[in-house]
């Protein structure tokens, strides 16, 4: 996070079916009911422009696209959000919590379709404008599983799968391995969770590690409200 934010930028990660979406959400709730100035947000998406973005990422119909033009939609995605949604909201001293941020890109772009590292990273550091996560929440689940979970929930929904979900069980490998070293790379930053766990219990190990690490910087979601004012 640049020196200019106040808040606090808590980012979840994780595989197709790791259940990143739902425990981010859980966590939303949580905290504003708890009275935390708290936003919800995703990628690709979080603004009208990220969200038309992730419409054509997401439809199989662009099962031809390549990866480098992958890349760069994603990352127009993250322009438009950082600088509209993200940056504004922990600026004025609030939390932010995103489904997916800049490691997904690193780890499905860069080790799951294998583009050059160096130039991801340096595609995701121009992309985020110097926003960067103070705390990441890798789910991590084996690739079976997680497909396992996302073909019962396209079966369930009687839906087709997404473009991403069409991949193969080796592009997931990849992309979890990836996610892996990325967390070794920053053991500060990343909280390892094992989600093939019962929903509650992940929910729980989130919960409490979220709510430590917010007392030790604030005390008090009271705190949180008029930090714009104290600094």
């Known amino acids: 996070m640049s020196k200019e934010t106040r808040g606090f930028f808590i980012t979840f990660e994780g595989i197709e079916g790791a259940g ?56 127009a995605s993250r322009v438009q959000h950082a600088e509209r949604v993200i940056r504004p909201a922990l600026e004025e001293g609030q939390i932010v919590i995103c489904d997916r941020f800049y490691d997904a890109t690193l780890a499905y772009q860069g ?19 110097n ?4 705390m990441t929440f890798l789910l991590d689940i084996e690739p079976y599983h997680g497909l396992s979970r996302v073909r019962s929930r396209v079966e ?11 991949e193969s069980m080796a592009f997931f490998e990849r992309v979890r391995q990836g996610y892996l070293a990325i967390a070794y790379d ?9 989600s093939a766990a019962d929903l509650d219990v992940v929910h729980g190990q989130i919960l409490d590690t979220t709510l430590r690490e917010l007392g030790r910087r604030w005390g008090d979601p009271n705190r949180l409200a008029i930090s ?4």
């Open 156 to 166: 369930e929904n009687e839906k087709e799968a997404d473009r991403i979900e069409h």
């Open 186 to 194: 920053e053991p500060q930053r990343f909280r390892r969770v094992d």
């Open 111 to 129: 080790y799951g379709r294998e583009l050059h590292l160096t130039m991801v990273r340096e595609i995701n550091e121009t992309s985020a404008w």
């Open 20 to 75: 990143k979406s739902t425990q981010a959400r859980r966590l939303f709730e949580v905290l504003q009911g708890k009275g935390y100035p708290v936003i919800f947000t995703r990628e690709p998406g979080g603004t009208p422009v990220g969200e038309a973005i992730r419409g054509i990422l997401a439809d199989p119909v662009y099962h031809d696209m390549l990866p480098l033009v992958e890349l760069f939609l994603f990352s």
């Open 131 to 134: 926003v960067r996560p103070d």
């Open 228 to 231: 714009s004012l104290d600094l």
